[in-house]
């Protein structure tokens, strides 16, 4: 008698010690996903966002265009799930950038289209949407052409399947120097690159989604970087003027706000100031030739952003079976998420990534620095 009470103790304490070790293992387990989730979406966005502005004009490197976005917003969007789960909210992160290894030279011929100097060819299939950047060979005058339905196949050297966007070109289709030809005067022909960031369901989770191109949110073609992505949040820190500089008296672009700080979007921001404006063409922007301490380059307008700070909540994918424990949510810069633990574990993490292109005064055509007859593109931008 005396033996089976002690092995039935030895046996429930064997089975208690295995219960919690299961129990730790699978909390570890827990933590380790949404921790791993955050740190892939951490280096994708960090990898990206330094390239922003690169080889574009500064006025066009960001986008803040709420037309066709979920709810026709770019901050705080909320998606609900299913009973039970919690909810995500994210903000839109939009901006573009040249391929710095691609280089064609061609011309363009109006309605003939997009012809490559004999020889070459696109090099990669070219998909609904895409933007092309022909370039003068002095840098300053650029059009941008976008890629019809049906695309454009990596083996042709010519297309007309492409249709002029005027609103990113800084010149027009007809210009003589867009159909010039010969090594010293042939446009050169630039990818342009353009990516968006935010909080998509798939199937029933939220995850971090990059869509290439800024036309539509083609889930076809978007490329999850993390799931169970509860949080999304993007904050803009704005040109500052030197506060011994001619500029000190400047307001702040976020004056609005409870706590002006120069930074849009970060706690505490008044519903003006989550994000910069969508650039108006019809109002004062800061251009190439604006000197770096002039007074419009420290308004809130786009080309204006110096840094991007981005906060990203991951959650384990199940919470706890009790439901006690986990980490409850926190307020990521303007999101009002706080909340009591329910017991999802949560890992959060914040970066900041500057963004030196756009700083830049001069448009240039690669390769960067290289010596012209002609005198241009001696800075190399």
């Given at each position: 008698?005396?033996?089976?009470?002690?092995t039935?103790?030895?046996?429930?304490?064997?089975?208690v010690?295995f219960?919690?070790?299961?129990?730790s293992y699978?909390?570890?387990s827990?933590?380790?996903v949404?921790v791993?989730?955050?740190?892939?979406?951490?280096?994708?966005?960090?990898?990206?966002?330094?390239?922003?502005g690169?080889?574009?004009?500064?006025r066009f490197?960001f986008d803040?265009?709420?037309?066709?976005?979920?709810?026709?917003t770019k901050?705080?969007?909320?998606?609900?799930?299913?009973?039970?789960?919690p909810k995500?909210?994210?903000?839109?992160l939009?901006?573009?950038?040249?391929?710095?290894?691609?280089?064609?030279?061609?011309?363009?011929?109006?309605?003939?289209?997009?012809?490559?100097?004999?020889?070459?060819?696109?090099?990669?299939d070219?998909a609904?949407g895409?933007?092309?950047?022909?370039?003068?060979?002095?840098?300053?005058?650029y059009?941008?052409l976008?890629?019809?339905a049906g695309?454009?196949?990596?083996?042709?050297?010519?297309?007309?399947?492409?249709?002029?966007?005027?609103?990113?070109?800084?010149?027009t289709?007809?210009d003589?120097?867009?159909s010039?030809t010969?090594?010293l005067?042939a446009p050169?022909?630039?990818l342009?690159?353009?990516v968006?960031?935010?909080i998509?369901?798939?199937?029933?989770?939220?995850?971090l989604?990059?869509f290439?191109?800024?036309?539509?949110?083609?889930?076809?073609t978007a490329?999850?970087?993390?799931?169970?992505?509860?949080?999304f949040?993007?904050?803009?820190?704005?040109?500052?003027?030197?506060?011994?500089?001619?500029?000190?008296?400047?307001?702040?672009?976020?004056?609005a706000?409870?706590e002006?700080?120069?930074?849009?979007?970060?706690?505490?921001?008044?519903?003006k100031?989550?994000?910069?404006?969508?650039?108006d063409?019809?109002?004062p922007?800061?251009?190439?030739?604006?000197?770096y301490?002039?007074?419009?380059?420290?308004s809130?307008?786009?080309?204006?952003?110096?840094?991007?700070?981005?906060?990203?909540?991951?959650?384990?994918?199940t919470?706890?079976?009790?439901?006690r424990r986990g980490?409850?949510r926190?307020?990521?810069?303007d999101?009002?998420?706080?909340?009591?633990p329910d017991?999802?574990?949560?890992?959060?993490?914040t970066?900041t990534?500057?963004?030196?292109?756009?700083?830049?005064?001069?448009?240039?055509?690669p390769p960067?620095?290289?010596?012209?007859?002609?005198?241009s593109?001696?800075?190399?931008?």
């Amino acid at each position: 008698m005396v033996g089976t009470v002690t092995t039935t103790i030895i046996l429930a304490a064997v089975a208690v010690s295995f219960a919690g070790i299961q129990g730790s293992y699978q909390t570890e387990s827990r933590i380790k996903v949404s921790v791993e989730g955050v740190r892939t979406a951490t280096q994708f966005v960090e990898q990206r966002l330094r390239l922003a502005g690169y080889g574009v004009d500064p006025r066009f490197a960001f986008d803040f265009s709420a037309v066709g976005l979920p709810g026709e917003t770019k901050s705080n969007h909320t998606l609900v799930f299913a009973s039970g789960a919690p909810k995500s909210v994210t903000d839109d992160l939009a901006f573009r950038y040249r391929d710095a290894a691609y280089l064609r030279r061609g011309r363009f011929l109006g309605a003939a289209g997009l012809q490559l100097e004999p020889g070459f060819s696109f090099g990669v299939d070219l998909a609904k949407g895409q933007r092309l950047l022909v370039s003068c060979n002095n840098g300053k005058k650029y059009l941008v052409l976008k890629v019809n339905a049906g695309g454009v196949a990596k083996n042709l050297g010519a297309s007309a399947n492409f249709t002029v966007d005027t609103k990113l070109s800084s010149t027009t289709q007809d210009d003589t120097c867009l159909s010039k030809t010969g090594e010293l005067d042939a446009p050169y022909v630039l990818l342009l690159h353009e990516v968006r960031l935010r909080i998509m369901d798939l199937g029933g989770r939220p995850f971090l989604m990059a869509f290439q191109g800024l036309d539509e949110l083609n889930m076809d073609t978007a490329v999850p970087l993390a799931a169970d992505v509860e949080s999304f949040q993007v904050a803009y820190i704005m040109n500052r003027p030197p506060l011994d500089g001619d500029n000190a008296g400047l307001p702040p672009v976020d004056i609005a706000s409870d706590e002006p700080n120069w930074i849009l979007g970060d706690l505490n921001s008044a519903d003006k100031d989550r994000h910069p404006p969508q650039r108006d063409p019809l109002k004062p922007e800061p251009k190439y030739g604006d000197p770096y301490d002039a007074a419009i380059r420290y308004s809130n307008h786009p080309a204006n952003i110096r840094a991007v700070r981005v906060a990203i909540s991951v959650r384990s994918a199940t919470p706890e079976p009790n439901g006690r424990r986990g980490f409850g949510r926190e307020d990521l810069e303007d999101s009002g998420e706080l909340s009591a633990p329910d017991g999802y574990y949560r890992t959060n993490m914040t970066t900041t990534v500057r963004v030196p292109n756009l700083m830049s005064r001069s448009g240039f055509n690669p390769p960067v620095g290289a010596l012209h007859p002609s005198g241009s593109n001696v800075w190399g931008g």
